[in-house]
């Protein structure tokens, strides 16, 4: 499939025509930065979602994986439909879907509905990030594309982190419809900039673009699309003792390896596999779905933890979690200037090493934290997500030919988003698993003929005798031992996703080492 290579150096100037580069920045970045916070914004509101639709959590995280996956379909098509139809137009159509399909999503009357609507939306907005990321590069010259970068990755970066804040504040004074509802302006104000500053450079129009490659998307869709349904509802129909959920892996291993022979032998297919012949690009595909499975999780699971277990409000839950974005926002221009000296292994260490150790720490948690308790690991966190995300890129892309790059960015962010996927509905998965094995597990050191189980019962009835008469206390009082068992199984479910997610990006940092050495200031020119 030919891939969109960004401009030779001399064209920025007949990719802008004329207009400041930084207003083609703003335009462009507008649209990325809804279309990325659409992927956290709602993780504060799940159970408001889930309240209001007569849904289960398990269920409501349907909200953000949906997204996610109709996302990663989208992406490696991108390429191929801005040939095809010109970028800016393409750019224009995919966000008035997203901004038609985000009015959908708030006004929806049931789960189904809503679902149908997050798909719609994040088909729409799979393209906007490759699209923006490939005019911004073009629209600067060689020596300030360094600073492009550096607005890309914040927007990119810090969206996602503020994600939980806006939509826990929308959620708490309005409603969760509204966290859908503010893309509306945001998409027409993009609207109105893209169509008055953006251009499409001459090389598009000129462009040789091949055949659509109908069998490997309808291939791409189908596993996808089987893996979304088994992610969501295997926990529900209990995994593979379910006769359909069986048939899905089926068709799901089946078009998946379908799709991986025919990328692989053919030409001028969605994908071109032949690129993961490239180490670094392979370890990076590798660490980047990684990445996904981690920052996706921390995501999703901590807003949960503070509303489940403790109470919070969506907006309180938002505003605890909110330090991730002060962090990223301080580490992008140190590492926006460290990227030019320094080895991205390091930087890659670093910011995994630092994710691990604030993760593990989150494994410390009780129900008796107050809302200052985690603010120096979450702003932390955030620091070390900013040495994560440039370098990995740079690591990736830095031993590709340029023709290899509109490609290898296709199949680099599916892997992200695929990640994010698997990430939320494992995490979501495991604190419903690993709850009731904690439960059990109580229950079997705390019996209930054991003295301590009998001492706490008649504390407890006698405290609730005032209210319910000595007849009727002994009920209430047992269901008020039962509620706390939950709770601290529940607790120790999140412990569990925490350790097990620091594991992981201690994991992370030994791959990072098998990275071929890639020279300091190669710029990313395929990274988003």
């Known amino acids: 499939m030919a891939s969109a290579a960004t401009a030779p150096p001399d064209q920025s100037a007949s990719v802008t025509q004329g207009v400041n580069p930084w207003l083609i920045a703003a335009s462009v970045m507008l649209a990325t930065f809804m279309e990325v ?16 639709l007569s849904a289960s959590n398990d269920e409501a995280t349907w909200v953000l994986t949906s997204y996610l996956v109709a996302n990663a379909i989208v992406l490696p098509a991108s390429n191929w439909f801005s040939l095809k139809f010109g970028r800016k137009r393409f750019l224009l159509s995919c966000i008035v879907i997203f901004t038609v399909a985000s009015f959908a999503c708030g006004a929806a009357p049931t789960l189904g509905i809503l679902l149908l609507a997050r798909i719609v939306q994040g088909a729409g907005g799979g393209a906007l990030q490759p699209l923006s990321q490939a005019i911004l590069l073009e629209s600067f010259p060689p020596a300030k594309r360094g600073a492009a970068m550096a607005v890309f990755a914040f927007g990119v970066v810090v969206a996602p982190v503020l994600g939980p804040t806006l939509g826990g504040w929308l959620t708490d004074t309005y409603s969760w419809r509204y966290a859908f509802y503010i893309n509306i302006p945001i998409g027409v104000l993009a609207i ?18 091949p055949a659509f490659d109908r069998y490997g998307f309808a291939a791409l869709v189908v596993w996808t699309g089987c893996l979304q349904v088994v992610l969501d509802k295997g926990q529900e129909d209990d995994w593979f003792g379910a006769t359909w959920i069986r048939w899905a892996v089926f068709f799901l291993v089946t078009s998946f390896i379908y799709f991986c022979w025919h990328c692989w032998r053919d030409k001028d297919t969605i ?29 999703t699971v ?7 277990l403790l109470g919070y409000t969506a907006f309180t839950a938002g505003l605890v979690v909110a ?71 740079t690591a990736a892309y830095g031993t590709l030919d340029a023709k290899q790059i509109g490609n290898a960015s296709g199949l680099f962010n599916l892997m992200r988003n695929v990640g994010g996927s698997i990430g939320i509905s494992i995490a979501s998965t495991l604190l419903t698993r690993r709850s009731d094995v904690h439960q059990n597990e109580i229950i079997n050191y705390v019996p209930r003929t054991g003295q301590q189980f009998q001492n706490s019962i008649g504390s407890m009835t006698q405290f609730l005798t005032n209210p319910y008469g000595q007849a009727n206390a002994a009920d209430p009082a047992q269901a008020s031992l039962y509620q706390q068992l939950g709770r601290q199984a529940s607790l120790w479910a999140f412990v569990d996703v925490f350790r097990w997610l620091s594991l992981l990006c201690f994991f992370c940092v030994g791959i990072v080492w098998l990275f071929k050495k890639v020279k300091p200031g190669k710029p990313p020119a395929g990274a988003h």
């Open 37 to 52: 916070l659409d992927t956290a914004i709602a993780s504060v509101a799940l159970p408001y979602i889930a309240g209001s």
């Open 192 to 209: 109105l900039m893209i169509t008055r500053f953006v251009h499409d450079p001459p090389y598009i129009s000129k462009a040789r673009v």
């Open 271 to 299: 994908v071109d596999l032949k690129v993961l012949k490239d180490r670094n690009f392979l370890l990076g595909s590798i660490l980047i779905f990684m990445f996904g499975v981690g920052i996706y999780s921390t995501v």
């Open 302 to 308: 901590l807003p949960l933890f503070y509303q489940e």
């Open 323 to 393: 330090p991730r974005g002060i962090g990223a926002v301080c580490g992008m221009p140190i590492i926006g200037y460290l990227s030019n000296k320094v080895d991205p292994r390091y930087l890659l260490t670093f910011g995994f090493f630092t994710f691990g150790l604030t993760t593990l720490y989150f494994g410390n948690v009780t129900l008796d934290i107050s809302p200052t308790t985690l603010l120096l690991p979450i702003l932390i966190t955030g620091f070390g997500l900013s040495f994560v995300f440039v370098p990995i890129s």
